[in-house]
C-alpha cells in the first residue's frame, strides 16, 4: 500500500467519531499492557506481599499494616545489660534496654512512633517497681497502665541483685499506611488496580498470540485448500463445517479439561476454536483471486506455487483476513475471560480479568461490587473497543458501503 | 517453409460442470448418472511456424481462451498432443526457464496486473527469479522493457490503478516480453480496449514481431484486428477448429459455411446501406453440443449426412482446410 493509499484509507477511517474513539482505547489498553509493571502500583504476582488483613477492602481504604509481639529477654549481669530477642526475629519493632543510674533501669520501644496496644514486663527482681504500672496479683507481671510512651522506667528502692533477666513483651496496635487501594481489594487483600492492570496484560497477551496464531494456522490452510482443490479442500473444509457447527466455550472447556490449566493451552484452545474462520475466509477469498487473470499470469511466468500464493494471492486476501483478526481478537479475549470465570482458563495466582470477575462473583451479593464491577467494566470496554475498530475496518474493506 | 515452433494434435479439454468429489461420488453410485462434461475445446490441431503470425476467431463461448491457456501450459490438456519445437510439453513445461518462451497476454487489463505489485515488481518478478537478470540490474532492465512498450521509466515505481487501460495493456505485453519470449499468445489483447488504443496496442504488437521476430497466436472475435494482424486464421467454432486458411484466402474465399457467414457479418464500409444477416439461431450449449456437425442447427446447407457424421478436418486446397461435409473441394464457390 502506498503512501498516499494508506492516507486516504487513515481519513476514509477517521470519519467515524465511534472508530476513532475505540482505536484509541484499543491503543490505550496495549499501553497498558505493555507498561503494566510499571503503572501498577503493587505486583499482584508476589504473593509474599498479600496479607489477609487487607483482604476485601472497599475501594480508596489504606492498606493497614498488622500488629506486632515482640518478646526479649533482658539479661542484667554486673551492670553490663544484653538484650537477647526471644521471639521473631524480624520484625518492625523492637526493645532496647539501658541503665538510668544505680538501682534503675529503662526499657524503651523502637520506633518511637508506633502504636503500642500493650507493654508487660515480667520477672522483675524482688522490690523493683515501674511507674505507672500495675503488678500482676501473683506473678511478678508489671503491665503498663498507659503504652502510648514508648519508655517505661524499672527503679528499686533497694539495691538490685547483681543478675537478673527480665522478659519484655510489647504488643503494637495495627497501623495505617500512605498505600491507597484505590480499587478496592479482592480475597486475597490483592490490589485491584494492579491486578486489573495484569490482567489487561494477560488478556491483550492471549488474545493477540491466540488471534495471531490462529492466523497464521487458519489461513495457511484456507490458502492450501484453495489452491489444492479437489479432496484436500473437501476435507479441510469439512473440517471447518465441523469446527464452526459446535459450540467455541465447549470445545475450550473440553480442551482445557483435558490440558490442564495455563496460559498456553488456553492459548492453544483459542486456536483451536479460530483457526476455521480464518481458514474460510481465506479459502473463499482466496478462490476469487486465484480466478484473475494475474494468476494465470503468474503461472504462465512459471512462478512455484508457493510464490505464487503467498506473493501474488494472499497480500489480496490480507485486508479481510486483517479485519476478520481484529474481531477475533475481542473474541478471544472474552474466550479466554469466560474460560477463567468457568474455572479452567488460567491459574488463580495469575489473574486475568476473567478470573478477577469469578472470584468477585460470591462477594457481590455481600455488596462487595468492586471485585467483580471493575475487571467488568474494564472488559466491557475492551472488547467493545475491538469489535468497533473491527466493524470500522470491515466496513472500509466493503465497496458496497463505500460512498 | 520456416521451421514449426508449436504444434498441437487432437487437442482436447473437458470440464466436468458443477462437479465437487462428494457430487461425483452421490452421481456415480447412487444416481448412476454421469457428471456434466463441458467439451470446451474438442480435438483441435494447429501448427504454427517461427515468426508467423496465427489468428483464432470465433463467438463468444468456443473455446478460444480455453485453446490459448493450454497453449500456454496455464491448462493441462484432457487429452492430445502439444509439442514445442518438437518436444512434448509435459517434459518442456517441467523446465521452467524454457517453458519462459510461451507466453501469454491477457484480456482484461484490469485483473492481469496484481493491484499489489509495483510495475517494477510486475515486470521483473519473473526475470529475477529465473536468473536472466542478476537482482542488481533488474531496474535498467525493467526501463528498457518499458520503453520498447512505450512506457516511461518513472511507471517502474507505479502501480496499475495509476494507469489508464492501453497503458496496463502495455505492461502486460512487458510483463511477457521480460522474459524473453519465443512465440506469444495475444488472448483477446486488444478486446477491453478503445478503438484508439486497440490500434496503438496492434502496432505496438506488429513492431514487437518486427523487431524480435516472435511467433504470435492471436486471439480474437473481431475479424478486422485479426485481418490486420496474421498470416494464417484458424476459424473455431463450439470447441471445433471448422476452417484453416491463409488470411488472404479466408477472407477472398471462405468455404465453410459457418466461415462465409461470419465473413458476412461483418462491417464493410461499401455496405452502408446494407441490413446484416445475422447467423440464424442461438449458438448452442456447449453442455450440449449437437450431434455430428456442431453447426447444423444454424446451417442454411444443412442435409440428413450433417445430424449423423462428424466432418473431419479436410485439405480443400494447399494449406486450406475446412471441416464441411458438404462443400466439396470441386464446388469450392458455391
Redesign the interface.
Known sequence: MSIASFQDFARRFAESRSAVISLTVSLVFVFCAIFAPLLAPTDPYDLTHLQLSDALKPTGSKRMLPGEEVRVNIRVNNGAITVLPASPTKTRLSLAASSCGPNCLTVSVEPTAARLGSLQVRNLPNGATIEGAKKHPIQPWWTIDNPESSEVRITSATSLPASFTLLAIAKSLDQETDFVFRLGTDNFGRDMLSAILYGIRISVVVGLVAAGAAMVLGTALGLFAAWQRGVTDAIIMRAVDFMLGLPALLIGLAILAILGNGVSKVVLAIVIVQWSYYARTARSFAMSELGKEYVEAARCLRLSPVRIMLRHVLPNCMPQIIVLFTLNIAAAISMESSLSFLGVGLPLTRPSLGMLIASGYEFIFSQKYWISIYPGVVLLVMIVAMNLLGDRLRDLNNPRLDR | MNEMIFEAKDLSRSFAVGS???QDFTDHFLRNRQPAVLRAVDNVSMTLNEGETLGVVGESGCGKSTLA?MI???LPASSGERRFRGEDYDSF?RR??D??K???V???PM???????RVGEIVG??AV??GLVPRSRVKDYVVDILARVGLPADSVGR?PHQFSGGQRQRV?IA??LA?KPDMLICDEAVAALDVSVQAQIINLLLDIRRDSGLAMIFISHDLGVIRHLCDRVAVMYLGRVVELAKTSELFASPTHPYTRMLLDGMPKISAQRRRFMPIQGEIPSPLNPPSGCHFHPRCPMVTDHCHRVRPELREIEPGHVHACLNVEPHSKRL
Do not use: C, T, W
Open positions: 465437487s468429489p462428494l491457456r500456454a501450459g496455464i513445461l521452467k526457464r517453458a519462459l510461451v507466453q501469454m491477457f484480456q482484461d485483473s492481469s496486473l496484481n493491484p499489489r505489485l518478478e519473473a527469479l529465473h502501480y502486460g510483463r511477457a522474459v
